[in-house]
């Protein structure tokens, strides 16, 4: 466990950690934290347009104000923490899972295989991703395991990059001929000393890459393509508040920053990883 | 070179064809009938059957697919289903909107990436180098349809709530105003550029925030090295040094980054021209998409996915360029 030590040892680490950590508490507490339904609306004349810090009709305190249904901001914040982490975590498990699986083949198998998955992975690499997003988004029913199958699928070209590049160099090693010479399968070799240490890299990149998913469902949200109204997103919600934009700015505003949050703990904690976790940083 | 640009030209076109045949095959299979958009409401089995016969829709997928790339490669790319124009003239007055966006904002990223690459890595460790690795830390986290929404906020709605100067205040939305015709030349050209400040802010300040990260650790791992001592040794002044011996050292790995950089952008562009009605590529492929016009789907898909090989290609000659090591030896 000496590397938690290390990553804690980095200030930026730590702090993208911290704010990893703080999100994940409010998305499984929502229920216990959010003072309203994220989804029911009351008297909607009476309770729409709050501003924050204002008391609704039926007393309760609306800290971040209410939408143009009379929702608490607060909660639907609160709650939409959920979908954007399980989004942003699910959706890099698949592509990590599929990634390090072509990286590891490649360059364990080498020769042809080798190759063709490469030049398969330039291809993925060099499709405009959002492109592709939008076409298999709007076309099929948008749901969250569509968004995530989606993301995962586009995203997992520079994981299998990097394990490729990480594993050939690991292949060298004498600790890998010695491993063979006790007679371990090409699995188990792969399994027990290929994989755990290529893994570092990977787990940086994979840092960086949930917070592009969560940047990126946010957009699809916001372009009505990705969780689909009611349940609140932080996309749904900034799309949802611009019509009142003038009116209404705490609406589009505190998503947005929730979402540049997400992402800068991603970011904070993948540029952290990365150099506590190299023995070779400067 | 000239050997190593055709091949890289012949992978770019597969690549290109790869794209657009994913995109057919995800149209095509994707639930939704687009001969419904050809009946009136209303209209029964009959007529649905009839008008998809006559779009060719009932053929098998194959033949389709086959049919539709060799018009396609003859610049035969049909008709928008919901503009009901063909789709060539589509791209052609929404193409040149997209570029002149995209490019003023790739200048922009490029100037100013490097002046706050440059001025980090020269204050190393000291609180401007901090105040501007936050800085550039949150703009990069903002998605651009927020930032451009905050803009807006700001400078167009604040603006003139407040009575803020003409200088202060942009339009939120169009390419030009709707009196344009009636200005001089120089009034037209002003309200123009006045239409791309925001759209154009928001993409060059999350680029600028990207490529500001990426320059300063390039130039970090060029400063230290001996030669750039030697040149200070022997008398060179600071600004020369930095934009003469490092600069120029560390801006190998920042072209790598404007072909890496593209997808980014035209992402962004999507999302920017959404929002400030920009009348370019990507508000034309949202709206494609929405309306399920399928032969523009096909277009836009095929126009970026071009426009990004073509940013890798001149990336990869560009970097040939400026270090002749590379591409001579490469495979």
Redesign the interface.
Known sequence: MSSIKALWGDRRAAAGLLILAALCVLGILAPLIAPADPVVQADVLRTRFLPPFAVGPDGTLHLLGTDRFGRDVLSRLVYGARISLAVGLLSVAVSVGLGTAIGLVSAYAGGLVERGLMSLTDAALAMPRLVLLLALVTLWEPSLILVVLVLGCTGWMGIARLTRAEVKGLMGRPFVAAARATGLGDFRLLQRHLLPNALTPVLVAAALGVGNAIMLEAGLSFLGLGIPPPSPSWGNMIAGGRDALVNAPWIVTFPGIMVVLAVVGCNLLGDGARDALDPTAR | MIRLLGRRLA??L??VL??VT??FL??NL???DPARLWVAPGAGQAELETARRALGLDRPLLVRYLSWLTAFTRGDWGVSLVQQRPVLRVIADALPHTLVLTGASLLLTYIGGIAVGLIQAFRHRTAADTGLTVTT??I????A??LA??L??VFS?AAARYGWPIWLRFPAMGVTSLDAEFLSPWGRFVDRMRHLALPLMTLAAIGIAGSARFIRGAVLDVKGLPFVRTARAKGAGRLAVALRHVLRNALLPVITLLGLSL?AL??GT??VE?IFAWPGMGRV??DA??G?DYPV?MA??AI??AL??IG?LLADMLYSVADPRVGSERE
Not at chain 2, 140 to 143: A, E, K, L, S, W
């Open positions: 992978l770019g597969g690549i790869v794209v994913v995109t995800l149209v994707a639930p939704g830390l949150i990069y986290g903002m998605p349809y927020w929404i905050m807006v906020l709605y997808p035209f992402s999507v999302f959404v492929m949202v998409v929405g399920r789907v836009t898909t970026f996915a990004v090989v890798n």
